[in-house]
């Protein structure tokens, strides 16, 4: 199975920050990765697909890179509704589907 | 729109059984894979089960190969998921999700697992 290590598991900052969180795959997955956004209480919601798309309605702060072994996300300048847990997904071929372990992103 | 519902959910003794259905609509089920997701409290995502368009292909969880059971009813746009011996380690909230690459997820049904 594919193992997904995200990192950091947690960091906080403030407001217009520039954050980035990690994901690394143990073999490549070319860019079958998905990034999701969740709140307490509340179902995961996907911000980016296919490493590096956008989803649709997803504010454009938001932005993913990476493929094969080595993916990001990458918030440009954090907002107060941007404080949640995040989470890579690898969706790669018929290997079970993995996810990272999640960063929890908090006020400083 | 993209709807999913989740329900089937409860408390539920070790060994015992549930099943979990989740109601689509907004869009023609029969076209995706569909899956199950589990968030064990305060713990992360874990991929429990999917299963392609016509049933033809079901992928599995190592930890519930041989208890749970996913199938879905094309006509009544329905995905479902028979739980059998359950255990105290299966509690947590069970989400249903549309395509392979989980594009869309309902809001949720809590299992517990207790005696």
């Known amino acids: 199975d594919i193992q997904m290590t995200q990192s950091p598991s947690s960091l906080s900052a403030s407001v217009g920050d520039r954050v980035t969180i990690t994901c690394r795959a143990s073999q490549g997955i070319r860019n079958d990765l998905g990034w999701y956004q969740q709140k307490p209480g509340k179902a995961p919601k996907r911000l980016i697909y296919?490493?590096?798309s956008l989803q649709s309605g997803v504010p454009s702060r938001f932005s993913g890179s990476g493929s094969g072994t080595e993916f990001t996300l990458t918030i440009s300048s954090l907002q107060p509704e941007d404080f949640a847990t995040y989470y890579c997904l690898q969706h790669n071929g018929y290997s079970p589907l993995t996810f990272g372990g999640g960063t929890k992103v908090e006020i400083k | 729109e993209v709807q999913l519902v989740e329900s089937g959910g409860g408390l539920v003794q070790p060994g015992g059984s549930l099943r979990l259905s989740c109601a689509a609509s907004?869009?023609?089920?029969?076209?995706?894979?569909m899956s199950w997701v589990r968030q064990a409290p305060g713990k992360g995502l874990e991929w429990v089960a999917n299963i392609k368009q016509d049933g033809s292909d079901k992928n599995y969880v190592d930890s519930v190969k041989g208890r749970f059971t996913i199938s879905r009813d094309n006509a009544k746009n329905s995905l479902y998921l028979q739980m059998n011996s359950l255990r105290a380690e299966d509690t947590a909230v069970y989400y249903c999700a549309r395509e392979y690459s989980l594009a869309h997820w309902g809001q949720g049904t809590l299992v517990t697992v207790s005696s």
């Open positions: 907004g869009f023609t089920f029969s076209s995706y894979w």
């Open positions: 296919a490493a590096s």
